[in-house]
């Protein structure tokens, strides 16, 4: 790609280090933002560096938060006895727009991945097995990905806390609302079949 400009190329190439983001598009959204009031670029440019500097990771659940200990942690209307285990602070947004679930998260900020390089000791699993030997945890519920990383994962940590006697629980790995059963892919539909529930209990879901 040639350039008429070395300023347009270095916001092309920075913008292109975006994940999904070639060249061309990199292009586009430039010049895009060049056609906006100046205003704007800065807004934007402002509002990604002050996020970059100021974003902490909440001491207890390691979720991304504004302040020390986040929002969600410091309600006192939730259960600190139920933790809900999750890969990254998209699944606490996805679970917290359900409205059902009223326990606290514990963020691993991914899953064990060896052909990426991602052991155990690259995620936030001491700190979860240590809020689980100080005894307020009733129940853990695994809600990881359902690959063979986050099988993994989900089995890594059982074993660091079965000694613990605590409950724990993986999300129910089913069909999707809406979904033709002749469609759902067969892993999905093999565990919803191994995962079947009383029919009683999907009334009243
Ligand atoms: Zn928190």
Redesign the pocket.
């Known amino acids: 790609m040639e350039f008429s400009s070395k300023l347009l190329e270095n916001a092309v190439n920075a913008m292109s280090q975006l994940p999904g983001v070639g060249k061309r598009t990199a292009l586009r959204l430039v010049l895009h933002l060049l056609r906006q009031p100046q205003e704007q670029t800065l807004q934007l440019s402002k509002a990604l560096s002050t996020m970059r500097s100021d974003i902490q990771f909440?001491?207890?659940?390691?979720?991304i938060?504004d302040l020390n200990?986040?929002?969600?942690?410091?309600n006192p209307n939730r259960d600190e006895s139920i933790i809900c285990v999750v890969e990254d602070v998209r699944d606490v947004m996805a679970i917290e727009n359900t409205s059902s679930f009223k326990g606290?998260?514990h963020?691993l900020g991914g899953k064990i991945s060896p052909m990426d390089g991602i052991g155990p000791s690259e995620l936030c699993i001491d700190p979860l097995v240590e809020k689980v030997k100080q005894g307020h945890v009733k129940e853990l519920i695994f809600a990881l990905s359902s690959t063979m990383e986050g099988d993994t994962t989900n089995f890594y940590i059982y074993k660091q806390i079965q000694d613990y006697n605590i409950f724990t629980s993986t999300i129910a790995r089913g069909i999707s609302v809406g979904d033709e059963i002749e469609y759902a892919d067969e892993i999905t539909l093999g565990r919803s079949i191994v995962n079947r529930i009383p029919f009683e209990i999907s009334l009243k879901a």
Do not use: A, D, R
């Not at 200990?69 to 410091?74: A, D, K, L, R, T």
């Open positions: 909440c001491k207890s659940c390691n979720n938060s200990i986040c929002e969600i942690c410091s606290l998260y963020v």
